[in-house]
């Protein structure tokens, strides 16, 4: 039996017990840490360093699936708490923060020709706060707006993507999505999602990468 309290700036952020997995964010994100983490009690850890992490990701799909999804309930959990004090950030433009470079995005278009890209007008929502989540996009072309209670909260663009929450966890959607301008958006079901996870590590990892920025965006901010 493990636990392990992390805090920022001395304030206490959350406990943990055993089976929980901490410092990936850091690994993925190549950043330095933004959180402190001490043992309430005896603990034994395993250790893995930024090779073995890699590693692991790109051998055991699992592994992967089991991160997005404490990074997902994290990241749930910290938007409810900025829902509640009117707090949430705004990420601004991401262009530089792409998911997918262009030979990932020409490869999943081609490995879903029989599904083409969707082309959706300026001003037509994509998907709405609240709703079963059925498909994660990615941007091909043009540029998508994220809200949440009415609050920009990022602006999409080419290689980017939005809606994988609610397929990593099925739950319901945690924000809206509307093109800002004409955008081609290529969707992928939560089967083809988990099936990508299981065959193409880069696209676990590059996932990964795009929550726990999102994670330490929110994080950050969090008051």
Known sequence: ECGVRWRRKKKTLDDGEGGEIF????????????????????????????????????????????????????LRLTVALMKQTASLPAFGDRDDLRVFDKKMMEDLVAAFRARPPQTFPPGRMIMKEGDAGVSMYIVIRGRVTVSINGIVVDQVGPGGTFGEMALVDNAMRSASATATAESQLLSISRSDFLNLVKTKPGFAISLLKTIADRLRTMTAQKK
């Open 23 to 74: 410092g990936g964010i850091a690994v993925i994100t190549q950043q330095p840490r933004s959180e402190t983490a001490t043992a309430r009690k005896f603990c034994q850890a395993l250790v893995l360093d930024a090779r073995q992490f890699q590693q692991a990701l790109q051998t055991t799909p699992e592994f992967a699936l089991m991160l997005m999804n404490i990074m997902n309930n994290r």
